[in-house]
């Protein structure tokens, strides 16, 4: 998945990261959220394996977080079992986080946040709010 530079010189926007066991899945979800956010977000997709199988990868992670990383942060969004336990390993405090929301509708939320420039803390409380999102 490519993602768009964030900010004007390189600002340290932060990054988001989506783990999925599914390659067509994250990258669709990612494609998804830098529609909605604007070129000011940084997305990358980690899905599936290295051979295109359906899993995870903690290289393909690895190569995400680097992708995105522009130094303000980088937030790792799984998609389920296996996808959380290798994004776990991934964990730095203060720099990759992991956040515990709903796939599509927290890459939006916090890929939209990002955009605006708003750091680490407040990308993820973003991505936390859209646990509660109502469709009803």
Do not use: C, N, W
Request: proline share 4%.
């Amino acid at each position: 998945m490519t993602t768009t530079p964030g900010g004007a010189g390189g600002s340290g926007v932060v990054g988001i990261v989506l783990v999925s066991h599914s390659a067509a899945l994250a990258g669709e979800a990612a494609r998804l959220a830098l529609e909605i956010a604007g070129a000011g977000a940084r997305v990358a997709a980690a899905g599936g394996t290295e051979d295109g199988a359906l899993g995870t990868s903690a290289d393909l992670i690895e190569r995400a977080i680097a992708e995105v990383d522009q130094g303000a942060g980088v937030i790792l969004i799984p998609d389920l079992g296996s996808s959380v336990l290798t994004a776990r390993l991934l964990e730095e405090p203060g720099r990759v986080v992991l956040a515990d929301v709903p796939f599509v509708e927290g890459a939006v939320a916090a890929a939209v946040t990002a955009a605006t420039g708003a750091p680490l803390e407040r990308v993820l409380a973003s991505a936390e709010e859209a646990r509660g999102y109502r469709k009803v």
